[in-house]
């Protein structure tokens, strides 16, 4: 068994914020100076970060014995930040500035958060400890994932294009569940009394290429063949050493099981 140490969720949470933001504003810029969708997909990037912090946020909440409500977790992520997305990036729209929008996404998500946080430990007395913090975070990595992925499919995150291209066209059903999956399967499949964060992080980083993989395939309708053919190719190759990490973190904690044969028929 091997020995390990927690990454603070705090600091996490400071990765996925910025590396999740920063992917999207360089795919948004790669795109608009190449006046062609061929950087679609680094939003991907920023995808696995807040993968990661959600998927480390989901996993201190449900810890605490919500076994069955894991996925009902990371669907209530992704409606809190589906709202607060729509919203933020609207208000971006409506002011011209349509840059600020994901950073007021962002924040409105992880306001959203602490306000259902609220609800569930102060008024339904679910007195989890790590229940308020908890929602700020999946709510805030649920945003950024909705962004990250609507990026690689429509090339941006203006809000014309999420209302058009994603929820117009319909693929807001798949971003919803498929979005969501990275963050809720990882702790569903890994817990028990072994459980450790690296191995379900790492879980958590394979699902997210995947997914990732099964949006640049939908990408093809809406930014083309060939920008939707670079997130498929560099998805299946990052999916494959995601895959390759997660069976190593799982043999490092695995036991050897020796056959001691069966119990005698009777005592000599």
Known sequence: ????????????????MIGGLLAIYIAYFVNNAMDVAYGSFIGAIGAIFAIVWGADAVRQICKYGIGTGV????MLAFGMGLLTTILGLKIGDYTGIVLAGPVLALVLSLIQGAIIGYIANGVL?????????????IAGSA??????????????????????????TGFIAPLFILGALPILHPFNACLGPDENQKRTLTLAVESG???TVIF????????GLAPAAITIVLGLI??????????????ECGVVIKDTGLLPARED
């Open 1 to 16: 068994m091997s020995e390990h140490k927690d990454m603070s969720w705090n600091t996490l949470a400071a990765i996925g």
């Open 143 to 168: 945003s950024l994932i909705l962004m990250a992925f609507s990026t690689v499919m429509a090339g941006t995150f203006e809000y014309g294009a999420f209302m058009t291209d994603i929820i117009g």
């Open 71 to 74: 996925p009902s977790i990371g």
């Open 209 to 211: 290429f995947i997914v």
């Open 238 to 251: 990052a999916w494959v050493f995601g895959y390759l990490s997660y069976w190593n973190r799982v043999k």
């Open 125 to 137: 007395k679910m007195k989890i400890p790590t229940m308020q913090i908890g929602m700020i975070f």
């Open 216 to 223: 640049g395939i939908l990408s093809i309708a809406l930014v």
